[in-house]
């Protein structure tokens, strides 16, 4: 079956930086999203990784080893308004494919 | 523009009744998408449609469950009878041509509450 896992939740500080981490067990691999989702709102998308390496958008960096099965999120200069949801999701299978979304990970910004 | 648009926002209904969840897409999109999401399982895909016709539906939890797409600018998902552990939040996104490795846009939700 697919499978991806995350931590439930982090705390950090203000200012500060910190990572998310999602490894992934999946038959194929088409893709790699983080979406951000605040307690009540719908998910936005933060990035997309198909390539191994680091993309880097603004505050936000996405890194992707596709043979490790694993993905991180960095976010720098962290901010009260970060506080969220942050979900890992990845496309797999051929044809049209299909999205699997882990659980997300619950970041508390504290000042 | 105007994103993904979903009704109701709210509904609560009686264990037995119908339900019906509405979805407009955003205009052009190709795919359409019909999560449900709870605290104990996450965001789970239930369906998706490509240019209206159904893809793959081996997330509707059972024939309780029946969503279709009668055009390109909307969808319904239905639930019945409904039961109280159909409570979730049901989201509706849609992405362009490039199906599940193209950036969902997800609308605001319905939060549905079975009694």
């Known amino acids: 079956g697919q499978n991806i896992d995350q931590p439930t939740e982090m705390t950090a500080t203000e200012g500060a930086i910190v990572q998310i981490n999602c490894t992934y067990q999946?038959?194929?691999?088409?893709?790699l999203f983080w979406y951000q989702q605040h307690a009540g709102e719908a998910p936005t998308f933060l990035s997309y990784n198909v390539l191994d390496g680091l993309e880097e958008k603004g505050r936000f960096s996405s890194f992707l080893s596709r043979s490790k099965g694993y993905s991180y999120l960095l976010l720098k200069e962290l901010q009260m308004k970060d506080s969220a949801s942050y979900l890992c999701a990845v496309a797999y299978g051929g044809s049209q494919g299909n999205l699997i979304f882990g659980k997300g990970t619950k970041l508390s910004v504290k000042p | 523009d105007a994103g993904v648009i979903q009704s109701p926002r709210h509904e609560v209904t009686e264990m037995g009744q119908e339900v019906t969840l509405r979805c407009k897409p955003i205009?052009?999109?190709?795919?359409l998408f019909w999560y449900r999401q709870t605290m104990m399982r996450g965001l789970e895909l239930l369906i998706y449609f490509n240019n209206n016709v159904p893809i793959d539906d081996s997330g509707m939890p059972e024939d309780r469950f029946s969503a279709k797409m009668p055009n390109a600018s909307f969808s319904t998902l239905k639930i019945q009878p409904s039961e109280p552990r159909d409570s979730a939040v049901y989201f509706c996104?849609?992405?362009?041509?490039?199906?599940?490795?193209?950036?969902?846009?997800f609308g605001p939700g319905t939060r549905l509450t079975v009694l």
């Open positions: 205009s052009g999109h190709d795919y």
């Open positions: 996104a849609s992405s362009g041509a490039g199906g599940s490795t193209d950036t969902q846009y």
């Open positions: 999946t038959s194929g691999f088409n893709g």
